[in-house]
Each structure stands twice: as structure tokens, then as C-alpha cells.
């Protein structure tokens, strides 16, 4: 579980901005659901024979009443939920949009934390390919608005699971097929051969690795409708120019998904290379207790998105502070910190260096605050009612904007005018 420090922090706030824009703009609504949910819910909506339900899952019980509840480790399921506990498409299909923190016991390293955080879009009573390709479209235009150009975007790779029907005949073929390699399996994929044969596809195993690649494929299963439907996905996204692999080994860790899922992978990333799953899931909702109701959605793992952006050093963090306010000494302290409050009141964003440093030190965190000017207040200059206001950043250079003594009553409108001035050159820039 990791802290976010200010040196990160900015760059999370950024990020999570343009994300949410993206979302909003397509007309996806947020939806906020409590981070403990019973146990329950996880084991039979993700799969009691999956990774996260076997070992990853932070449970306890609730002594007042003995209930058995768990940290959310995935969010799919604790929305369908909400979708069925407030009746959410008694009105007609639904778009949401979410983000927060999920809970997984795994080993921690590189991109696989235990505390990590996920934003998501769940779609409710959509069955065609065209809201797998509008998500799709949607998270690439994500990569673009965080910076990524055509070379550095993550790579999708789609596959098609099919119908339970189909499945299970692929399941029973899949069974034979490691059978006949029993005594190469590792421990756990033995156990799962009987009870969930194909969570041994997504084995992390690379033991495994060329027995799962010559393994028989879902897509040598699929029923007329099936691949007519992702026919449908891939005429959309060649329709857009959404270029895009078919990965016939692709599974996902989940038993909720069929027909199309998804991953987005990025090189960069190392061994936990994919940033973004998902998938639909038709059969969910009626299994925890609603009607029958399509749905399709995925998750962006947050952490590693910021490990890529940061690597990629192309994502702007503009600092939000236009003045900066330092004194030189105890009088024109105490005078600053109601001066910046009246500063404030013109809407200005204000911070006041409250410390006892020198006015060195002062100007040096001055400089590093991104504000877009310093006001230094001396108790000489203050008795003729004045403060020297000087730019700090690059933009005001190139102005030639110079130090100026200011009335102090005149501050904020000198500050208004500049900042103005700033936008206006930009603009004229463009
Ligand atoms: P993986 O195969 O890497 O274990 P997963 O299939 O378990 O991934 P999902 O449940 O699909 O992952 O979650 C979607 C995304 O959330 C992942 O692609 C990843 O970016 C992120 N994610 C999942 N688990 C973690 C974790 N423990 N720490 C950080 N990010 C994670
Ligand atoms: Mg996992």
C-alpha cells in the first residue's frame, strides 16, 4: 500500500482531471459505492475458483453480527449491485463511471499493489458490439488526452469467449487436453483442471507458458451469433481506425465475462504489462439477483498508468497558486496574512509563507511554489503603504514584466490585468 506525496501528487490530480473529463463527455454518469461489501457478493459474482477469491481477497468478520465482509478487489460487482439493489435501469439502459481504491492480497512489486486504485465504466442493458466499440474508442482517446501519440499508446488485444453453452464444450475439450499433461501442471492448476479448467490459461506460471499456448481455443467453439458479434466489434473499430491484435490465448481472471473481453498492454511496464481489462458480462446482474441484463465495462489500473506517464515525461502539471507572499519580518507577517486573505476576495489563489526562515529561504520556496508572482512585504515599504510585486514565472519574462512597488489597494487589479495579459499572449501564440 503506497502513500502519494506532494512530489506525486500534482500529477495524479492531473491525470485523474483528464480522465474524468473523457468520461463526462461521453455521457457516462459517477457512481460512488462503499469499499466494504459482503464477502458473498465477490465470491459468487468474480468465481469462487479465481486468484482474487482464493487468495487475494482481505475478509473479516463483523463481530457485532457475524457477517463475513471483504475490501472491494474489483468494482464490477459491487456496481451491479447498487444497479439492482436501487433498481437503476427501471428507466432504461444505464452509463457509469467510477474511481476509488480496491484491495488485493497479491506479492507486491513492480505494478501490483495491495491497496491500488481503479477507474471504470460499467454499461447496463447494451447487448451489441456497438458499446464495446464506443468504450473502446473511449479509452483511446484517454491515451491521447494523457499525451500518448501514435508510437507510445498501449497496444490492444481483443478475444471472444462466447456463450456459457460454448464454453462449455470448449471447457470439457480443455480438460482432456491437460489431462493428458497432468503430471507437468503446477498444484493449483491441478486442482482447477476439474473445478474451473479454464482459470488455467491465466496462469502466471511460465512453466506453463507453451502447453497453454499449444491448448485447444475458444474460438474453434464459438456458435454463429458469437462470431457474428465479433464480427461486428471488428467492423467498428476498423470502421474508426482502431488498430487492434486478437489474442486467442486472452481469458482474464474473472468467471463473469463472455463474448468479447479486452486488455490494453504497454511495453514499458514490465512483467505486469496490461493497464486496462475488461469485458462483457451478461449473466452477472440476473446472478446476484436482478433481470437478466447485458453489460459491458473494464477497469484502468491507475498506478501503472502514472508508472507509463511518468516514464513518458509529456504530461504538463500547471501549478494553480498566482501569488506567492513572503515578509521581512514580524510585523509584515502579521500584515501579510490579512493582506493575502483580502487578495483572495478577487479570487486569486493565494499561499502566504507563515515560517520564521530568511527571506532568502523565503524566495527560494517562492520560486519552487509554480506561483505566477511573488509580493514581498518590508515593514519600510509597508509604512508608505506599498509591497514589491515581482513575476516569478517564465511566461511573465517573456512579458518583460519588471518588479513594481504596488499600492496595496491595487494589488489584485494589477495581479487580474497580468494574469489576463498571460492568457491573451498565449492565446495569440496559438
Ligand atoms: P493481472 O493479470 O495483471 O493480475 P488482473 O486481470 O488481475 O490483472 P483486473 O482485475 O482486470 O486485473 O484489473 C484491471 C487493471 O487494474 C489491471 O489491468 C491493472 O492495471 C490494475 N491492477 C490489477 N491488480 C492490480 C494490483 N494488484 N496493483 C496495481 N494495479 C492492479
Ligand atoms: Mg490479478
Redesign the pocket.
Known amino acids: 500500500m503506497n502513500d502519494l506525496l506532494p512530489s506525486s501528487s500534482k500529477l495524479w490530480s492531473e491525470t485523474e482531471k483528464r480522465v474524468k473529463a473523457v468520461f463526462e463527455g461521453y455521457g457516462y454518469d459517477e457512481i460512488r459505492t462503499p469499499i466494504v461489501e459482503h464477502t458473498d457478493l465477490f465470491a459468487r459474482g468474480i468465481g469462487q475458483v479465481t ?2 477469491v482464493e487468495k ?1 481477497m482481505y475478509s473479516f468478520v463483523d463481530h457485532l453480527n457475524g457477517d463475513s465482509l471483504t475490501l472491494r ?2 468494482n464490477t460487482a459491487a456496481i451491479a449491485r447498487a444497479v439492482v439493489e436501487h433498481n437503476l435501469i427501471y428507466s432504461g439502459p444505464k452509463k457509469l463511471w467510477y474511481y476509488g481504491p ?1 484491495f ?1 492480497h ?1 506479492r507486491p512489486q513492480r ?4 491497496q ?3 477507474f ?1 465504466i460499467e454499461a447496463f442493458g447494451f447487448d451489441g458490439p456497438e458499446i464495446e466499440a464506443e468504450q473502446l474508442f473511449l479509452i483511446s482517446r484517454i491515451w491521447k488526452v494523457l499525451g500518448f501519440d501514435l508510437l507510445s499508446m498501449p497496444r490492444l488485444e481483443i478475444n471472444c469467449l462466447g456463450s456459457r453453452q460454448e464454453r462449455e464444450s470448449y471447457k470439457s475439450n480443455l480438460v482432456d487436453y491437460f489431462s493428458g499433461y497432468f503430471n507437468d501442471l503446477d498444484s493449483d492448476s491441478k486442482r482447477r483442471l476439474k473445478s474451473n479448467p479454464l482459470r488455467i490459461l ?1 496462469s ?1 506460471n511460465p512453466n506453463l507458458g507453451d502447453m497453454i499456448m499449444e491448448s485447444p481455443k475458444m474460438s474453434s467453439f464459438l456458435g454463429a451469433n458469437s462470431k457474428l458479434h465479433m464480427d461486428g466489434l471488428c467492423e467498428l473499430l476498423d470502421d474508426f481506425g482502431l488498430s487492434y491484435k486478437i489474442n486467442l490465448n486472452m481469458v ?3 468467471d463473469y465475462y463472455n463474448l468479447t473481453v479486452f ?2 498492454k504497454h511495453d514499458s511496464l514490465g512483467s ?7 469485458g462483457r458480462y451478461d449473466g452477472l446482474v440476473e446472478m446476484i439477483g436482478g433481470k437478466p441484463t447485458p453489460a459491458f465495462g ?8 502514472i508508472d507509463i506517464i511518468k516514464q513518458q515525461d509529456n504530461l504538463e502539471t500547471s501549478s494553480v497558486l498566482d501569488l506567492y507572499v513572503v515578509h521581512l519580518g514580524e510585523k509584515s507577517k502579521k500584515k501579510s496574512i490579512v493582506f493575502a486573505e483580502e487578495i483572495r476576495n478577487s479570487g486569486l489563489q493565494v499561499k502566504v509563507d507563515v515560517s520564521n526562515s530568511n527571506i532568502k529561504t523565503q524566495m527560494k520556496r517562492a520560486g519552487a511554489s509554480g506561483a505566477a508572482f511573488v509580493a514581498i512585504f518590508g515593514d519600510s515599504e509597508l509604512e508608505l503603504g506599498c509591497v514589491t510585486v515581482r513575476p516569478l514565472s517564465l511566461d511573465l519574462n517573456d512579458n518583460k514584466l519588471l518588479q513594481k512597488s504596488v499600492p496595496l489597494e491595487t494589488v489584485a487589479e494589477f495581479l487580474l490585468d497580468s494574469v489576463k495579459n498571460i492568457e491573451r499572449n498565449k492565446c495569440e501564440k496559438i
Open positions: 486468484d482474487i487475494e478487489p474489483e480496491m488485493r497479491e505494478g501490483r499493489y495491495r491500488f486504485n481503479q471504470g491465466d502466471k482474464r481472471g474473472l486488455e490494453w505486469q504489462s496490461t493497464i486496462c481489462g475488461g473494464f477497469a484502468i489500473g491507475m498506478e501503472r498508468l
